[in-house]
Every structure is written in C-alpha cells, then in structure tokens.
C-alpha cells in the first residue's frame, strides 16, 4: 500500500457516509434536522437569553428557559453531519459534469478564436486518455453525478470519440441518465449513426444562423456548413436524441432576422432551439454593448409571432422555455448574464487538460491528470500529499475541497464587466 494512504487511515469513514445519508434524508424530507439548524450563528439568534430574568415568581418559565438552553448546548455539541462529497457550502449538490474532450475545433467562429485558430494547444499526451475519462467519470457517477455532456473544442474531432462515448454508456448500470454531447454538427453525418449506437442520448448541436452568407462570415468556413448542420440535427431527432440548437446572440450580428427564422424553423420540429446571452471569456472580444438581453428577443419574438405559451422549466434547468402556440418545438433562453441562474448551479467541469474547475467564470483550478499521473503536493491539492498517483479516494479528497471552495456565484464576481475583466481560459479551453 503506498505510504499516503497508510498515513490516512481512512478517507471516506463510515461516519462520513452516515452524514451524507443524514443530509439526503432531510432534503427528502425526514425527520433529521438540516446540518446548517445547527449553526452557531442560528444559536446566536434564537437560543434564549437568562441574562436579566427576573420575572417575578415564574419558576415554571425558568425552568422551560432552562430545558431550552439545555437542548441547544446538546444540539451544538453534536457533530455536524459533514457534506457529501459534491454538495458545496451552498447547499448545491453537484449531478451534472461537463467534460471537454479537446481544445481543437474545425471552425474559427469569430466570437471565439483567431482565424489562424490557437497556437498553444495543449500536446495530445496532456489531454485526458479513455482510460482517465472512464475513472474520473465513474468516480463522479458514483457521488451522484447523473448527467454527463462532452464538450470541447469540437468534441467529434478526437479521432476515439465513439470508444470514449461507449466508456462512460456504460456508466447507466453506475446510474448515469443522460450522456449528452455538443457539437458544431459538421462531422456529425458521418458519426452520429456511431455515437447513437455506443449509448449517446442527448445532443446539443451550435448554429448561430440559418444564413449560409452569414455562416461563413461567423465560422470562417463555407456557408455550405448550415445544410449539413441542420441535416444533423434532423437526423439526431430521427435516432431518437434529446435534440436542442444552440444559437449564440451577438448584437449587430444574428439578433434580428436570424433569430425570428429560427423561431419559425423551430414550429416543424421536436427541436429545441435555444438562444444564449454572449459571455465574456479571455479574447473572445466581449463589450457590453454586444450583449442582447433575452427580454429583449422575447419581446422581437411576441411583436412578431404574437404571445408565447410559457413551457415549464425543469429543476436546475438553465434556460426559461416558450412555444408558439401551435409549434412542435419550443424556444428557450439561457440567460447567465442578465438573469443568472448560479442558485441552482448543479454544474462541475472538467477540462480536456484533466482540470478540474468548479464554476465556469472562476480561474481556480486543480489537475486531477497530474494527481492521477504523478500525484499532486500538498499546496496543490489542497487536501493531500500524495507520494505517487492518487487513488480514487485521493482523488474524491482533492473534487471535494475544490467544490467546497466554490463561491455562490459568477466565481465571486457580480458586474458583466468584472467578468469581462477577470483572467479566465478562452471558451474553447474550458468547454462552454
Ligand atoms: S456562473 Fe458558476 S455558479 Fe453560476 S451557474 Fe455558471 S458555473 Fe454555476
């Protein structure tokens, strides 16, 4: 056994699991009382004072004050039950991983990179392998993370993109629900039949405009990308995938005519066709003044296609749905920047580098490939000294100090324009 783990007795104790059981029952509305009742803040404001209790002759009120105090000392010298794993100092459990599978991408869409594309991508040897995806991901499933979406850089450019797909399919016997990918549709003629076959159930496919012109003129490729996409997204609805379109809003660019075509492609189809607010990440080249809030779209889409039917929204969903009346597909909005969505946050990343980042505007990070490969030093980790490759235990250590040092929103950051200034990978090296 190596020595770190002999220094350690044990890093998962029973008591641990006790407490992630006692806090699954409160939630599921149980008896036990929530980990945060017994704070001594809520002590501070609600245990009785005796202090100055001089009413005259009430020996029965003293002694209930008593009793009262009594019980309040006993609850806070009890243990906390400690969080589970994913769950952070918010109370958000964690159930939804987001994994970048590359840093590459067949276009050079203008919001997003250079047209000469990156020119320090990270060597293929320090992207994650198969092999590490399949532990990490069994390691997540296990802590209850039910949602998987790969993501990239255009994930269908890994050359074993099929065989990664089929490794963590076979996580649904773990209970895995959802293995979802997102992709720019270009190679997906070719594989989906492949992916759809190794268990994918889900697909997220981006296309910002319906316009072949305006195709090129965003992804600096031929305009002849939109009728293969939109081939694509046809062709994920008929194998039976949970189908979505994702169109990124830029003012001056897709905000108008695009949008309102997408709205009316959207009426024949079981797809949904979202539109999301334009976020500032490092040289994507993000102002204020390129932001169209989604209220704004909403009331282009009413004046033009009249009211809206409002679609329930699904917990930790984060987009708000409309249909117009009649239509087969419905219309959504992630609006992250004018309407955050960062109270039901259930989303962890990891990066195609083996990073692991808790929230998408924050910059700190901790590789899970190196604590996987060499093992990771203390002040790195966090949590651990590791004299060699971390075990799985190890690795749960390092996920959960990381998740409990997540702030409750935007990385800790409020204004658009902190987010524009903060430093932060490019949307492509994080994964969207
Ligand atoms: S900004 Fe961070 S906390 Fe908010 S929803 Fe996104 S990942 Fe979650």
Known sequence: MPAHLLRRPSLVPAAHRLGVAA??????????????????????TCAPSTAGSTSAGSDTSTAETLRALARSR??????????APLEDRHARQH????????????LRCTYCMPAEGLADLTPRAELLTPHEL??????????????IRLTGG?????????????????LRSEGLLQLGMTSNGMLLPRLLPSLAAAGLTHLNISLDTLDPHLFELITRRSGAGVARVLAAAEQSVKLGLTTKLNVVVVRGVNDSKDVLDFVEWARHRDIVVRFIEYMPFDGNKWRPEKLVPYRVLLERIVERFGPLEKVGDTANDTSKHWRVPGSRGTIGFITSMTDHF???CNRLRITADGNLKVCLFGNTEVSLRDAMRTGLPLELSGVAQTDGPASDEDLLHIVSAAVKR?????????APEDLAR???????????
Not at 406 to 414: L, Y
């Open 422 to 432: 903060s430093a932060n990978r490019s949307m492509i090296r994080i994964g969207g």
């Open 134 to 147: 399949q532990r990490l991901a069994t390691l997540f499933v296990r802590q209850g993370v039910d949602k």
């Open 154 to 170: 255009e994930p269908t450019v890994r050359r074993d993109i099929v065989d990664v797909v089929a490794r963590l399919a076979s």
């Open 74 to 83: 006993i609850a806070a010298a009890a243990p906390h039950p400690p969080l």
């Open 95 to 106: 159930t939804y991983l987001r994994i970048s599978l590359t840093e590459r991408c067949n």
């Open 342 to 344: 960062c109270g039901t």
């Open 23 to 44: 806090a699954a029952a409160w939630r599921a509305g149980g008896a036990l009382s929530p980990p945060l009742a017994r704070s001594s803040s809520s002590q501070r």
């Open 406 to 414: 997540k702030h409750a929103k935007h990385a800790g950051m409020s």
